[in-house]
Structure formats: structure tokens, C-alpha cells
């Protein structure tokens, strides 16, 4: 479990009926596949690939004890976009409810988040959002949430470390 200042993460457990019940209503939203092409096969991905790295995760987003969706976490120890090389990266990525859209959540959780990721993991420079050109509200959600567009990269966003 994950605490932040509004919400709490829970690993996503596919024997929690719970978790089985939003990730199944996450998949069946219209605009599912700007998540992933296949969110069950991603979750599991996900677990694999924390078992190894300690970083990569899928979370149950709970606000107000409700389920509201989840969220991606996802390590990259290095990746080439553009030709450009970027190296230990951690990137999220939000799949919310339709009913808890157009409230602020999705950017309050993306701040929170990766203030958190920046905090547990010093050693990252950044937190990314990786978010197709077409996807306006995602990219307004991103942006809202202190995300900078990378120049170079349409769909690539950072966020930095908050000042201290």
C-alpha cells in the first residue's frame, strides 16, 4: 500500500474481487485502449516485471474509499525515442472511472504520485508521462499536474522534483 496526501494505492490484487470488478469496468470504458491495447496482459507484464526491478507496479487508486481506478508505474532502465537515449526513467500512466473525471483527481494523483516516486526513489532525475498527441484530455490532466512537454518528444512529459 501506498499512502499520498488524498489517496491510497493498493497493489493490484487479481484475487481481490474488487480489484478484478474496476479493472474490468476500466477495460470496458470506450477510450480503454489509450491505456494499453490489452490491460489484462499490461498487469500482468507489470507484476513480472516488479518482481524483478522492485519499481514496476499496477495500483487500485482508492479516494474517499471509493475505487476510482488505477494507476501504472513502470521502470525503464533505458529507452531510445526520437534517437534519443533516456535512461532510468519511472513513467505512470492513469486510467480513471469516467464518473471521477473532470474533478481534478487525475491530476491531483499524477502530482502526488510522482512526488512520491521522486521521493521513495531519489535517484531518478524525473517522472515521465508517456501520452498520444490526440489524447487532449490526458495531455491537459499531465500538464495541470506540473508535467512539461520534452521538446524533442510529441508525447513524451516530465516532471521535475519539487524545489526545496
Given at each position: 500500500m501506498l499512502k499520498l496526501d488524498h489517496f491510497t494505492?493498493?497493489?493490484?490484487?487479481?484475487?481481490?474481487?474488487?480489484?478484478?470488478?474496476l479493472k474490468n469496468a476500466?477495460?470496458?470504458?470506450?477510450?480503454?485502449?489509450?491505456i494499453s491495447k490489452n490491460?489484462?496482459?499490461y498487469i500482468r507484464r507489470n507484476k513480472d516485471l516488479g518482481a524483478v526491478d522492485n519499481i514496476?507496479?499496477?495500483?487500485?487508486?482508492?479516494?474517499?474509499?471509493?475505487y476510482i481506478g488505477l494507476?501504472?508505474?513502470n521502470y525503464h532502465p533505458e529507452e531510445v525515442i526520437n534517437g534519443k537515449k533516456y535512461s532510468e526513467e519511472i513513467e505512470i500512466g492513469l486510467g480513471i472511472?469516467?464518473?471521477?473525471?473532470?474533478k481534478g483527481?487525475?491530476?491531483?494523483?499524477?502530482?502526488?504520485?510522482?512526488?512520491k516516486l521522486l521521493e521513495i526513489f531519489p535517484r531518478f532525475r524525473f517522472i515521465v508521462a508517456k501520452i498520444d498527441n490526440d489524447n487532449l484530455p490526458s495531455i491537459k490532466t499531465a500538464e495541470n499536474a506540473g508535467f512539461k512537454?520534452?521538446?524533442?518528444?510529441?508525447?513524451?512529459?516530465?516532471?521535475?522534483?519539487?524545489?526545496?
Open positions: 494505492l493498493e497493489l493490484f490484487n487479481e484475487d481481490n474481487e474488487e480489484h478484478v470488478k476500466i477495460i470496458d470504458m470506450k477510450d480503454s485502449d489509450l490491460i489484462d496482459a514496476t507496479r499496477t495500483y487500485v487508486v482508492a479516494y474517499d474509499n471509493d494507476t501504472f508505474v472511472l469516467p464518473k471521477y473525471r473532470n483527481l487525475g491530476s491531483s494523483l499524477e502530482r502526488e504520485l510522482s512526488d512537454r520534452i521538446i524533442d518528444n510529441e508525447y513524451h512529459y516530465e516532471r521535475l522534483p519539487k524545489k526545496k
